[in-house]
């Protein structure tokens, strides 16, 4: 019997509920003690001059329809492709709904720029109110979390990855502050479960199919490294599609066609829901996606590969990189090139951070090694193919995407697919331990160490109002997981019960086949 089963609900709204409750509790307190980021105040300024306009019924300004075109609020060249509707009104709405309203956005929308006055600067209140969604956003997630776990594998996993993504010390953050990633990152998931529910029963179910094209594109104009999903997304629709033959039989034209048709209705209703949330598609659609790729050949040169992917970031250096950042620190000190032409970048054990937990770091491995091996050995295996799609194909496309890698809310996508492999390897490993009580122990051990990772900085996080916070976030790492005495005591009592166990299993084998 697994450990889970223990805490199986008696309806299957409990565990959800339950999770639900827990994350709001994590991410919803003290919300006005948050540290404060620039990109903050502009979303701000740009979402409170949106709805303030709409609340004074001012409907034919121009600034509902582009940055570009909008005197009221300072121009950001190339900005208008970060103007979605969507995010405006999720921003923009509390901010009205608590009477934060000043009419006059123009110096916040300049935050990084020479014409930014600092005693002009959101209130606490203003800032709390811009935040009031994304705990709810954020708690609805880890939800949407446990539930592509149980539809992928079983609810062991299910809950097992909800747990460590509540605690992800990089979720913890954007699920508290005005930034879109919690918005983009929401409806990417939400697309992927529904995508997965609409061929759970071995038919593809259509309307849920559109279902899931349409809450994609509000992915998309969420913030368009949603579209790191893509590829996930077309291998479910590919794979789901070939196994739906018959058994034994060989995929025809007929099927070839078939999938065919379903990729192009997902993502034409996906990009369709993309531009039906930009106002300018109404009047002049053409113009409308000239305007876009203008956007995207101008927006963020500093942090992008001009927006495009490009295989200019695929560079062995900046491959490793990346794992620094996402699962161990560097081992060693050196200096290697830089983001930027000319530039370098000095490699050592705080440089750079990584974001992990030691837990999460050691079950990353334990649950690839699963993978690899159930996909070798197994035919049913279509699962453990889709978390190895996403891992690849992110990986790929942070590298792609992302020139400066410190911006650590470009990788998200990619962290996420580490996520869900340390919690299906959490997983395998527990169900070899042979004790109920042992294997009680031990999830609580291992949930531990990777909780305090993150929450040990509890009051950086609730009660630092006056704190600027800047990339790469600083708190929550793996490196001071290790430094901080109560943390490293808690590591070093979990590494020494995983060893243990690791040891019985080990010797439960040699035993076994000795006989």
């Not at 891992?391 to 650590?408: G, W």
Request: glycine share 6%; hydrophobic share 50%.
């Amino acid at each position: 019997m697994s450990l889970i089963h223990s805490i199986s609900a008696r309806s299957s709204y409990t565990i959800p509920l339950a999770l639900f409750i827990a994350s709001i509790l994590i991410y919803a307190y003290s919300l006005e003690g948050q540290p404060h980021h620039g990109d903050e105040i502009n979303y701000l300024g740009w979402a409170g001059n949106y709805i303030h306009l709409i609340t004074n019924g001012d409907l034919a300004n121009t600034c509902l329809i582009s940055i570009d075109n909008c005197n009221s609020l300072y121009h950001i060249p190339a900005h208008g492709i970060t103007y979605s509707p969507l995010r405006m009104i999720l921003i923009g709405v509390p901010l009205s709904l608590e009477h934060q309203d000043t009419g006059d956005y123009y110096d916040w929308s300049c935050y990084w720029f020479t014409c930014y006055n600092f005693h002009n600067s959101p209130t606490v209140e203003q800032m709390t109110a811009g935040r009031a969604l994304s705990p709810i956003f954020g708690a609805l997630t880890v939800v949407v979390a446990f539930l592509i776990g149980k539809i992928l594998f079983n609810r062991n996993a299910g809950v097992i990855f909800s747990l460590v993504f509540m605690f992800y010390n990089l979720w913890i953050w954007y699920s508290r502050t005005i930034m879109t990633e919690v918005h983009y990152i929401f409806f990417s998931m939400l697309a992927l479960l529904i995508l997965l529910y609409s061929f759970k029963t071995g038919c593809l179910k259509v309307k849920y199919l559109v279902l899931s094209g349409i809450v994609f594109g509000c992915a998309l104009t969420s913030k368009l490294l949603a579209i790191e999903f893509s590829v996930l997304f077309t291998g479910i629709i590919l794979l789901n599609g070939m196994f739906q033959r018959q058994l034994g039989s060989s995929i025809d034209k007929k099927q070839i066609l078939k999938i065919s048709v379903t990729l192009v209705i997902f993502f034409s209703i996906a990009a369709f829901a993309f531009l039906l949330t930009e106002p300018g598609f109404y009047k002049n659609p053409v113009l409308q996606i000239k305007t876009i790729k203008s956007d995207m050949d101008n927006y963020n040169h500093d942090v992008w590969f001009i927006a495009y992917p490009t295989v200019q970031g695929l560079q062995p250096i900046r491959m490793l990189l990346l794992f620094y950042y996402a699962l161990f620190p560097s081992p060693t000190e050196n200096t290697i090139p830089g983001a930027f032409p000319n530039s370098t970048f000095n490699l050592g054990w705080n440089s750079p951070p990584t974001y992990s937990s030691v837990p999460l770091t050691i079950f990353f491995f334990v649950g690839i090694t699963y993978m690899i091996q159930k996909v070798r050995r197994s035919k049913d295996c279509i699962p453990e193919i889709l978390v190895l799609i996403w891992f690849v194909s992110t990986f790929i496309a942070t590298l792609m995407i992302a020139r400066d890698l410190s911006l650590e809310r470009y990788m998200l996508p990619f962290l996420i697919s580490i996520i869900v492999i340390s919690s299906y390897g959490f997983c395998k490993f527990v169900r070899h331990i042979p004790s109920k009580k042992i294997q009680i122990s031990f999830v609580a051990c291992a949930l531990l160490a990777h909780a305090a990772t993150s929450m040990s900085y509890w009051q950086k996080i609730y009660f630092s109002p006056g704190t600027f916070w800047t990339n790469p976030l600083p708190y929550g790492t793996l490196q001071e997981s290790l430094v901080n005495p109560v943390t490293l005591f808690i590591n070093i009592v979990f590494v020494a019960f995983f060893a243990y166990m690791m040891a019985i299993q080990f010797k439960n084998k040699t035993g076994i086949t000795a006989k």
